[in-house]
């Protein structure tokens, strides 16, 4: 094993648990859609590519795109958010 996938798999263990402490919910969005592009980069360097096109298409493309969705469906994203804040404050 060499000290890229040691460090890759390291990065995969910290965006695993920050995950789970991270408050907002469209920055743990981000954070497992860079967890699946690191899965998809080691399922390379273990020489299976059909697993890394598998991860990158559905972990960082449809399932990413599913949360956000919902997360705007259930109006937990909000456009605009610092103007409300100012608003809000007059």
């Known amino acids: ?5 040691v460090l890759l798999l390291g990065f995969l263990i910290v ?12 920055n743990a969005v981000i954070v497992f859609m860079s967890y699946s592009a690191v899965m ?10 059909d697993l890394a096109i598998t991860e990158a298409a559905v972990g960082c493309g ?3 795109l599913l949360f956000i969705l919902t997360l705007k469906k259930v109006n937990a994203l909000k456009e ?5 804040e100012d608003e809000s404050a007059v």
């Open 1 to 5: 094993m060499t000290i890229i996938e």
């Open 15 to 26: 965006c695993a648990i920050s995950v789970f402490f991270i408050k907002r919910l469209l």
């Open 40 to 49: 998809a980069v080691l399922w390379v360097s273990l020489e299976s590519p």
């Open 62 to 64: 449809v399932t990413a």
């Open 80 to 84: 605009g958010e610092g103007v409300e």
